[in-house]
């Protein structure tokens, strides 16, 4: 596989309730807990993106965001045909989904995988790889041009794990 010959020239940071399919080749981070992350990529095209929702589904249209996974996947396929993608050149990888009872009572990240899962089956979209459920958080770097994806597990999320870092780094 050839590497894009274009630099990763930026650096993004996908905060939750946001999607990002960048033009140029970028390395996309987020932070992940209960809520979830789908990276797509085109493996004919070389280019790929990311989504980050907290919650599984919306059903009333007035509320239709992105922090949704109904709207957010979708939107993301969307997106990344409306750049010349074919489905099946697509595929996805999946993660976060944690679950800790210290936070929550309820799943959520489960609902939230679900989701995910569900849409990208019916649309026919392979999921090669994901790291998800547990009780840590995540954060994750995505670099598009190679479709390289670290992970780091967290024991608990603090300010400082947030981009832009407050202490300049």
């Excluded at 589904?57 to 922090?67: A, D, F, G, M």
Aim: proline share 5%; no cysteine; glycine share 10%.
């Amino acid at each position: 596989m050839a590497q894009d010959p274009r630099p990763v020239v930026q650096d993004y940071f996908l905060r939750p309730g946001f999607i990002y399919l960048p033009e140029r080749p970028t390395t996309i981070s987020t932070v992940l807990g209960s809520s979830v992350a789908v990276s797509l990529y085109d493996r004919s095209l070389k280019t790929g993106g990311m989504n980050h929702f907290l919650f599984p589904y919306v059903n009333s249209r007035e509320k239709t965001t992105p922090l949704y996974g109904n709207v957010s996947v979708l939107t993301l396929i969307r997106m990344m045909m409306s750049y010349g993608s074919k489905v099946s050149n697509l595929e996805a990888q999946i993660f976060g989904g944690a679950f800790n009872t210290q936070y929550s009572k309820r799943d959520i990240g489960r609902d939230n995988l679900k989701t995910a899962k569900h849409i990208l089956s019916g649309k026919k979209i392979k999921i090669v790889s994901e790291d998800v459920g547990g009780e840590l958080g995540r954060k994750i770097v995505f670099n598009t041009a190679t479709y390289e994806i670290g992970i780091l597990k967290v024991g608990r999320l603090r300010e400082s794990d947030w981009y832009p870092y407050p202490d300049g780094r």
